[in-house]
């Protein structure tokens, strides 16, 4: 294996996600002034960058869809998180999910895209639904907004996140914070 390092700008790169086909890779970026986390896609191997989203608020955790078609984003924008899809070419933004008041205990995970479905018809996203609950896995998809309950913590857990399906999209593997985070 040879290690090459795939980025060296100024300020922090986090959150890389592989496309599809692996030839390039999404990630945030807090841009040269290190103000603002942004989505940008870039190309293995070539220093062609190409900046995804340019909104003030936290852009972070790009996914990117089965197909590659798609990348998922969370925004975060004073007390709601939101969730958005976004071609990896650039262009409009559509927002499929939000949630208000996000005091809680992670914020990063109050509304978070984690993995796809095998099939592109799903997003496994974590979700609190107040800021006094635990953290429930939710599938979503991104074309109906069609949302659905797939975990209920027990009594003193924080909550389930960084869902991840199998590949054949039957079951899927989740972390569960306990009450000490």
Known sequence: LKITPFTSFIGRETQPSFSPDGNQIAFAWDGEKGDNSDIYVKQVGTEA???????????IDPLWSPDGRAIAF???????AE???ISPLGGQERKIAERREIRHWVKSIVLHASDWSPDGKWLAISEATSSRDPVNLFLLSPESGEKRRITTPPTGANGDGNAVFSPDGKTM????YGGGG
């Open 49 to 59: 960058l190409l900046r995804l989203t340019t909104d003030p608020a936290e852009d």
């Open 74 to 80: 969370t925004r975060f924008k004073g007390e709601s």
């Open 83 to 85: 969730l958005y899809l």
């Open 173 to 176: 593997a989740f972390v569960r």
